[in-house]
């Protein structure tokens, strides 16, 4: 299976905050957010933001939330904490946030995920949704096979099918 892009669409760039979930990560030792960074400038995207969190409910809600709430960010994407350890807490942390889940997210990212990794992409429990206009996507840590499948995602030439939000025009 293919992706579909629709080239009559002009590019949009949106502006994407990271958020690197992890106990054993600082924004020294972080592989995952750098390499996710550098996926979104290269493909035409703003990055507005990025962070470490601890694996704790509590941490990754705040900083969630304070990208929400903020005018100058589209989406949020979070990379850690989905998978199925006692700390993995992405997932309850945010969607108590989200307005509506987009259930579509999660398929399509184990649609991608399974042409590199196979069933295992089962051990991620990627998730979408909108929370205030603000797209947020969970997905597990980023590495560098995952970001070759996942690369097309951020592509200019994907126009506004990478995310389906157009900036704010605020």
Same mark, same amino acid.
């Given at each position: 299976?293919?992706?579909?892009?629709?080239?009559?669409?002009? @590019?949009?760039?949106?502006?994407?905050?990271?958020?690197?979930?992890?106990?054993? $990560?600082?924004?020294?030792?972080? =592989?995952?957010?750098?390499?996710?960074?550098?996926?979104?400038?290269?493909?035409?995207?703003?990055?507005?933001?990025?962070?470490?969190?601890?694996?704790?409910?509590?941490?990754? $809600?705040?900083?969630?939330?304070?990208?929400?709430?903020?005018?100058?960010?589209?989406?949020?994407?979070?990379?850690?904490?989905?998978?199925?350890?006692?700390?993995?807490?992405?997932?309850?942390?945010?969607?108590?946030? @989200?307005?509506?889940?987009?259930?579509? @997210?999660?398929?399509?990212?184990?649609?991608?995920?399974?042409?590199?990794?196979?069933?295992?992409?089962?051990?991620? $429990?990627?998730?979408?949704?909108?929370? =205030?206009?603000?797209?947020?996507?969970?997905?597990?840590?980023?590495?560098?096979? $995952?970001?070759?499948?996942?690369?097309?995602?951020? !592509? !200019?030439? !994907?126009?506004?099918?990478?995310?389906?939000?157009?900036?704010?025009? !605020?």
């Amino acid at each position: 299976m293919t992706a579909r892009i629709d080239h009559t669409r002009p @590019f949009i760039p949106v502006r994407i905050a990271v958020l690197t979930v992890s106990d054993t $990560r600082t924004p020294k030792t972080d =592989k995952s957010g750098p390499l996710l960074a550098q996926m979104i400038e290269e493909a035409g995207h703003t990055l507005a933001g990025r962070a470490v969190a601890p694996d704790d409910e509590k941490s990754i $809600r705040k900083a969630v939330k304070k990208w929400v709430k903020a005018k100058d960010i589209d989406v949020v994407i979070t990379t850690g904490g989905t998978g199925f350890t006692g700390r993995d807490v992405t997932p309850e942390a945010v969607r108590p946030i @989200f307005d509506k889940e987009i259930d579509g @997210f999660s398929v399509l990212f184990h649609m991608l995920s399974y042409q590199t990794v196979g069933t295992s992409t089962i051990q991620s $429990r990627a998730c979408g949704g909108l929370a =205030k206009g603000t797209l947020d996507l969970l997905r597990p840590r980023l590495s560098r096979v $995952r970001a070759r499948t996942h690369g097309a995602a951020f !592509s !200019s030439s !994907s126009s506004t099918t990478a995310t389906g939000l157009a900036p704010s025009s !605020s």
